[in-house]
Structure formats: C-alpha cells, structure tokens
C-alpha cells in the first residue's frame, strides 16, 4: 500500500490521476448497467460518477504535479 501512495504522489505524473479514473470508469460501468437494465436511477447514478471522476482527474494532476513543478519555477525566477 505504501508504494501505491508513493506512485500517486509522485511528481512524476502518470499515476496521479489513477484514482479519479478509475472513479470514472466505475461510473462509466454503472451507467452502462443502468441504461441496459432500464434502470434510470442507476443510469444518472453512474452518469454523476463518470462525470465526477472525468473532473477529478486533471484537479488531481494539478495539484499533485503543476503545483510543485510551478512552486519551484517561481523560486527559481525570484517571484516568491
């Protein structure tokens, strides 16, 4: 579990944004669900999951990756 926090924390960018798809795809599936089972409810359940986790996932790189890399830029420019 320790090297799963490390890898989503780490600057390097690709596993960051890991946990806001894999939200999106959860949602994804349930509104696949919902739509072939007539279920409307878990249609718009899983449309609200897709979309927040298409939202997550680049708030989530911003602020795990951009964040630190333009801290240091405006430290090397003198700005802060």
């Given at each position: ?54 939202v997550a996932a680049p708030v ?12 240091r830029l405006e430290e090397l420019?003198?700005?802060?």
């Amino acid at each position: 579990m320790k090297r799963v926090k490390e890898a989503i924390g780490s600057e390097d960018g690709h596993a960051g944004t890991l946990p806001g798809i894999g939200v999106g795809a959860a949602g994804a599936i349930l509104l696949g669900i919902g739509a072939a089972a007539d279920q409307g409810w878990l249609a718009i359940v899983g449309g609200i999951v897709l979309a927040v986790g298409l939202v997550a996932a680049p708030v989530m790189n911003h602020m795990l990756v951009e964040y630190g890399i333009f801290g240091r830029l405006e430290e090397l420019e003198g700005k802060k």
